[in-house]
């Protein structure tokens, strides 16, 4: 047999889920958070020049927890990014645990620090009863989302695991999509109106879910190392 034909019968390597090495998924997710990356870095830097406006006032009646939400939240979504790259998992055993004990935290920090900014913070122009129900909703879901996925570590499932933790990124996840959501209608549309703006934010944080929870159930290895 010659080397031409050895060559040719020799396996393939196969694609790992995510794209070639298994970037293309977590620079999708980087992507997707740079425009609430931009937007908290703006409000980051109207609250140390101290430029107060009618739109940012309330943040400086307290300032630590909205510091807090955008720290935590960057953090959360662009490491979190990392955990979706199989082929960089197995090369750095280490580096899900270490990535976990960082994310955990932050993720509930970002999660707590939303609810408490909704339950206290004045409303902005724009924002309904609606929109802070599901600010709630979502924010209690990341929550217990993240909570059970630390549950379930702490019991060796880690399927459950996995599970929890995708579901619970997926909703910090949802101001990214709450952008892709709001193009087309600004576009088409113009500005939404109070209930428009609810369901455009709501329909960020629902497409999310959906198409997490299809991947869980359908493609349970798309997401391990």
Request: charged fraction near 15%.
């Given at each position: 047999?010659?080397?031409?034909?050895?060559?040719?019968?020799?396996?393939?390597?196969?694609?790992?889920?995510?794209?070639?090495?298994?970037?293309?998924?977590?620079?999708?997710?980087?992507?997707?958070?740079?425009?609430?990356l931009i937007a908290g870095?703006?409000?980051?830097?109207?609250?140390?020049?101290?430029?107060?406006?009618?739109?940012?006032?309330?943040?400086?009646?307290?300032?630590?927890?909205?510091?807090?939400?955008?720290?935590?939240?960057?953090?959360?979504?662009?490491?979190?990014?990392?955990?979706?790259?199989?082929?960089?998992?197995?090369?750095?055993?280490?580096?899900?645990?270490?990535?976990?004990?960082?994310?955990?935290?932050?993720?509930?920090?970002?999660?707590?620090?939303?609810?408490?900014?909704?339950?206290?913070?004045?409303?902005?122009?724009?924002?309904?009863?609606?929109?802070?129900?599901?600010?709630?909703?979502?924010?209690?879901?990341?929550?217990?989302?993240?909570?059970?996925?630390?549950?379930?570590?702490?019991?060796?499932?880690?399927?459950?695991?996995?599970?929890?933790?995708?579901?619970?990124?997926?909703?910090?996840?949802?101001?990214?999509?709450?952008?892709?959501?709001?193009?087309?209608?600004?576009?088409?549309?113009?500005?939404?109106?109070?209930?428009?703006?609810?369901?455009?934010?709501?329909?960020?944080?629902?497409?999310?879910?959906?198409?997490?929870?299809?991947?869980?159930?359908?493609?349970?290895?798309?997401?391990?190392?």
């Amino acid at each position: 047999m010659t080397d031409k034909s050895l060559t040719a019968h020799r396996p393939r390597p196969r694609n790992t889920a995510g794209g070639r090495g298994g970037w293309l998924l977590p620079t999708v997710l980087v992507v997707l958070s740079v425009v609430p990356l931009i937007a908290g870095g703006v409000r980051l830097t109207e609250l140390a020049g101290g430029d107060v406006t009618p739109g940012n006032a309330r943040f400086f009646a307290a300032p630590l927890p909205v510091v807090l939400h955008i720290f935590c939240a960057a953090v959360y979504s662009v490491l979190g990014a990392f955990q979706f790259a199989p082929r960089f998992r197995r090369r750095r055993p280490g580096w899900h645990r270490v990535a976990g004990r960082i994310l955990v935290p932050c993720g509930l920090a970002a999660a707590l620090s939303g609810l408490w900014m909704t339950l206290f913070y004045a409303r902005p122009v724009g924002d309904g009863d609606l929109l802070a129900a599901f600010r709630l909703l979502f924010g209690t879901a990341m929550v217990v989302a993240i909570s059970l996925g630390l549950a379930a570590i702490r019991r060796r499932d880690f399927a459950r695991h996995r599970a929890w933790m995708i579901r619970g990124y997926a909703i910090g996840m949802g101001a990214g999509t709450q952008v892709l959501v709001h193009l087309p209608w600004l576009l088409f549309f113009g500005l939404p109106d109070e209930l428009g703006r609810a369901l455009l934010m709501g329909a960020g944080w629902a497409i999310n879910l959906v198409v997490v929870e299809w991947v869980i159930r359908r493609r349970p290895a798309a997401f391990s190392s």
